[in-house]
């Protein structure tokens, strides 16, 4: 079986990261025994790109593992007359182009690829690191960071280029599966309408965010048996944690193996194996476990755990990349060498924060964030630190990527609450990381953002859009399914502080079929006014600051009033699925780990704006127009 990777990197317009990352790249799987095809500058045009695509195809048999990396900026390519836009990547040669000789790669063009290289082996792995949408252009605030995505969309010769393919592919060009091919693992460092970023380190080296995470953790997991889900959903987290609008996100047979055919459920059983005085299982840092979870370890090929069937029970004492180390608390028998570990209890995140400055001031703060049942320090090289305590003698800041969050504190009467800013900040990061679909399905639910001006409404991208601080916004939910919703939005500003703006309906706004949407913004009379923006008090005016949307649709009445932060106090015990995680991100309660009822089903959904105080509102940028 033979291993081929193809890295395609275009550092044009403005992008300094490409090179560094493809290089890390093509090291990662030198290591891993892939014979690697890197184009970089003009090895890297769109006849250069797509022939080493065409080239991985010919040589790829059925036994054979096989990449495809692509790292450069992405944008919309337009054919007028038919009212769309399509997704593209940026070969180093695009500005060479003209009406008949266009030179992007579409989305389209690159599927037909895909589909060709999945024919010949079904072992195909395809990884982006380029922004998904052409309408952003602000960072969150990291200095110096970019997105990696063209400005505007792009015309020339576009409407040619698309006759053209469908001449030269014929059938395989409309033979594309509209949903996606089901052989090949994609992933991608963003979502549909979000931005990918890259950014200065501290030596000043400009790299990929999802690329820099994607070859430290897939480093970390080496050869354990990890599928794509579980290393994508840890990947997602750490980015989200340096870039909250930056959510990466992964398609095809995501419990695969990376870069294998072999399949790892990540949700059942794992290896369980004697390790001196203790037991080492097969889970770590990278599939959610942490100190204090508590497994049932059963014999191999046990049903669904009950108390009569389970050896023993162990308790997480020490959690590594992929493995953990477990005391045994109950039990007597033999642990078989096929036995297996089920969880019974999960603990709580804990949020990792760093702290920079002199000591012994410094490790008051540090005894303080350890202190705290959801807050840890960051340990050393860690990415993703949530926040940095910066101490100066004997005054303490609180800082996130994009600068001072609040104003300086005196260690000795500012403590409590700075690890109270802390813990808010870490339930803000445990609400982005749960966004997704538990149960209630995203097409069930429509959500629109946008801004109003004179009455009038303008809708926003869910992500990228630039507000001033005399605009007003406004945000539609609607109904799109056939199950009654309970929809709750809440409003996380730069610091974390949760603010429920469905107040009015503690339970829930109901959207059922005789009340299908809701807009806030709305005033009873009908009128839409739209709802006021505020700069945080005491947070410097030194550029745009990240402000959210979080939609939460339960398919039950949930009081979830108790999240704002100025209690935080989620019921602890009972309550819905939602209500226990949610206690969990806020109190650090443990919760049980079986099943869920079948209507404590949930989606959350996050939309977002930079609020920038020196922009002007949108009404009058469209008076100016």
Same mark, same amino acid.
């Given at each position: 079986?033979?291993?081929?990777?193809?890295?395609?990197?275009?550092?044009?317009?403005?992008?300094?990261?490409?090179?560094?990352?493809?290089?890390? &790249?093509? !090291? &990662?799987?030198?290591?891993?025994?892939?014979?690697? +095809?890197?184009?970089?500058g003009m090895d890297a045009t769109r006849s250069g790109m797509l022939a080493g695509y065409d080239q991985l195809i010919a040589a790829s048999g059925p036994d054979d593992a096989t990449v495809v990396y692509y790292c450069g900026h992405g944008y919309h390519a337009v054919v007028p007359d038919e009212g769309r836009s399509?997704?593209?990547? *940026?070969?180093?040669?695009?500005?060479?182009?003209?009406?008949? +000789?266009?030179?992007?790669?579409? !989305?389209?063009?690159?599927?037909?690829?895909?589909?060709?290289?999945t024919a010949r082996t079904r072992n195909v792995t395809v990884i982006l690191d380029c922004c998904h949408s052409?309408?952003?252009?602000?960072?969150?605030?990291?200095?110096?960071? &970019?997105?990696?995505?063209?400005?505007?969309?792009?015309?020339?010769?576009?409407?040619?280029?698309?006759?053209?393919?469908?001449?030269?592919?014929?059938a395989a060009f409309d033979a594309v599966d509209p949903v996606g091919d089901p052989h090949a693992v994609r992933i991608v460092a963003c979502g549909q309408s979000e931005s990918a970023f890259e950014y200065p380190d501290a030596e000043g080296r400009y790299h990929g965010v999802f690329t820099d995470v994607l070859v430290d953790v897939l480093t970390r997991v080496g050869t354990a048996p990890v599928s794509w889900g579980a290393i994508v959903s840890a990947i997602r987290a750490q980015v989200l944690r340096r870039f909250p609008r930056q959510r990466p996100d992964i398609e095809g047979?995501?419990?695969?193996?990376?870069?294998?055919?072999?399949?790892?459920?990540? %949700?059942?059983?794992?290896?369980?194996?004697?390790?001196?005085?203790?037991?080492?299982?097969?889970?770590?840092?990278?599939?959610?476990?942490?100190? #204090?979870?508590?497994y !049932?370890?059963?014999?191999?090929?046990?049903?669904?755990?009950? %108390?009569?069937?389970?050896?023993?029970?162990?308790e997480v004492t020490e959690v590594f990349a992929t493995t953990a180390l477990a005391r045994r608390t109950t039990g007597d028998y033999q642990i078989p060498a096929k036995a297996i570990a089920v969880p019974?209890?999960?603990?709580?995140?804990?949020?990792?924060?760093? *702290?920079?400055?002199?000591?012994?001031?410094?490790?008051?703060?540090?005894?303080?964030?350890?202190?705290?049942?959801t807050l840890r320090i960051v340990q050393p090289g860690e990415l993703g630190a949530l926040a940095t305590v910066r101490v100066e003698s004997d005054a303490m800041t609180i800082a996130g990527a994009g600068g001072a969050l609040f104003p300086q504190a005196p260690i000795a009467a500012g403590l409590d609450a700075v690890v109270a800013h802390l813990a808010n900040l870490g339930v803000a990061q445990g609400l982005r990381e749960l966004e997704g679909e538990h149960g209630v399905l995203a097409s069930e639910l429509a959500i629109e953002l946008g801004t109003v001006h004179d009455g009038r409404t303008r809708q926003l991208p869910d992500h990228g859009g630039v507000l001033g601080l005399h605009d007003r916004y406004y945000v539609k939910l609607e109904r799109r399914g056939q199950r009654t919703l309970f929809a709750h939005l809440l409003n996380i500003s730069a610091r974390g502080k949760l603010t429920l703006l469905t107040?009015?309906?503690?339970?829930?706004?109901?959207?059922?079929?005789?009340?299908?949407?809701?807009?806030?913004?709305?005033?009873?009379?009908? !009128?839409?006014?739209? *709802?006021?923006?505020?700069?945080?008090?005491? &947070?410097?005016? +030194? #550029?745009?600051?990240l402000t959210e949307f979080m939609v939460i649709a339960t398919l039950r009445v949930t009081d979830l009033s108790g999240l704002e932060t100025r209690e935080l106090a989620v019921t602890r015990n009972g309550?819905?699925?939602?209500?226990?995680?949610l206690a969990q991100l806020c109190n650090g309660a443990y919760r049980g780990a079986g099943a869920a009822d079948p209507l404590d089903g949930f989606l959350i959904k996050r939309c977002s704006v930079l609020l920038d105080p020196g922009a002007p509102s949108a009404g009058e940028l469209e008076s100016g127009q």
């Open positions: 079986m033979a291993r081929r990777a193809l890295i395609l990197g275009s550092q044009i317009e403005g992008l300094r990261g490409v090179h560094y990352d493809t290089q890390r &790249m093509a !090291a &990662m799987l030198d290591a891993r025994g892939f014979a690697v +095809d890197l184009r970089i399509w997704q593209c990547i *940026v070969p180093t040669d695009l500005r060479d182009g003209s009406v008949t +000789d266009w030179r992007g790669i579409s !989305a389209w063009e690159l599927s037909v690829k895909q589909a060709q290289l052409a309408q952003l252009s602000r960072s969150d605030g990291v200095v110096g960071a &970019m997105p990696r995505a063209l400005p505007h969309p792009v015309h020339t010769g576009f409407a040619h280029h698309v006759a053209a393919l469908r001449a030269t592919y014929g047979p995501v419990r695969r193996e990376p870069f294998s055919l072999a399949e790892h459920d990540d %949700d059942a059983g794992v290896a369980v194996a004697a390790a001196g005085e203790q037991f080492r299982l097969a889970v770590g840092q990278l599939t959610g476990a942490a100190v #204090g979870d508590v !049932a370890v059963l014999p191999a090929g046990a049903p669904v755990h009950d %108390d009569a069937t389970a050896l023993a029970r162990l019974t209890r999960r603990c709580a995140v804990r949020w990792p924060m760093a *702290v920079e400055g002199n000591e012994p001031a410094r490790a008051a703060v540090e005894a303080a964030i350890a202190g705290s049942p107040h009015f309906a503690r339970g829930g706004v109901v959207l059922d079929r005789h009340h299908p949407a809701v807009l806030i913004g709305q005033r009873a009379d009908g !009128a839409v006014l739209g *709802v006021g923006l505020r700069w945080p008090e005491g &947070m410097p005016r +030194d #550029g745009a600051r309550g819905t699925q939602l209500q226990r995680v």
